[in-house]
């Protein structure tokens, strides 16, 4: 069965950076996209961008340029996401989430890894 | 980037109540999502492509809608249904979420 399994919670200072991870099995990892979502409490889910595991090109909402990068590691099957200078803003609940298609051609987030927490405090 | 309006924020409905959410876009879309949420866990996918159940969900769900107007309907509620519900799009990129709504049991 499809999983992605997250690394455990972060707690971090303003300032620096973290990075987390999702190990997906159960699937052929190049062939779906991976994305990250942020959740806030009490806001609504945002989406940070994507990754495509087998070429490594990436996607990012505007709003996420210079505080996230992507990675991925085909030989791990475990696709990264780094979070640099850390603000009490980033504190939050982070998915990752794979992305499938129906005929429509429209991505949506069909399995989604356990969610990771980050905590920003000095 | 587009932004979707969920109706009502909370709702409480008794068992065997028909229950509807309400999904409004700012601009149109061609098709919605659903993912359903339980205290402490993960989104999971309930509805893709407007109307079709993910696996596993009950057929007492349903969706419809089109243009900027969507929404997920319980045609007879249960105690297991009570979770936060989110619309999502992706017509559009970025892809963006609704505020959610809050199904309580009554």
């Known amino acids: 069965q499809v999983q992605l399994q997250q690394s455990g919670a972060e707690l971090t200072k303003p300032g620096s950076s973290v990075k987390i991870s999702c190990k997906a099995s159960g699937y052929t990892f190049t062939s779906y996209d991976i994305s990250w979502i942020k959740q806030r409490p009490g806001q609504a889910l945002e989406w940070i961008g994507a990754i495509n595991p087998g070429s490594g090109g990436t996607g990012y909402n505007e709003k996420f340029k210079g505080k996230a990068t992507l990675t991925v590691d085909k030989s791990s099957s475990t696709a990264f996401m780094q979070l640099s200078s850390l603000t009490p803003e980033d504190t939050a609940v982070y998915y990752c989430?794979?992305?499938?298609?129906?005929?429509?051609?429209?991505?949506?987030?069909?399995?989604w890894g356990q969610g990771v927490m980050v905590t920003v405090s000095s | 980037e587009i932004v979707l309006t969920q109706s009502p924020t909370t709702i409480a409905a008794s068992p065997g109540e028909k229950v509807t959410i309400t999904c409004r876009a700012s601009s149109s879309v061609s098709y919605m999502y659903w993912y359903q949420q339980k205290s402490g866990a993960s989104p999971k996918l309930w509805i893709y492509d407007t109307s079709k159940l993910a696996s596993g969900v009950p057929n007492r769900f349903s969706g419809s809608g089109s243009g900027t107007s969507y929404s997920l309907t319980i045609n007879t509620m249960e105690t297991e249904d009570a979770a936060t519900y989110y619309c999502?799009?992706?017509?559009?990129?970025?892809?963006?979420f609704g505020g959610g709504t809050k199904l309580e049991l009554k």
């Open positions: 989430a794979r992305l499938d298609y129906g005929y429509t051609n429209e991505y949506y987030f069909d399995y």
């Open positions: 999502q799009q992706w017509s559009s990129t970025p892809p963006t």
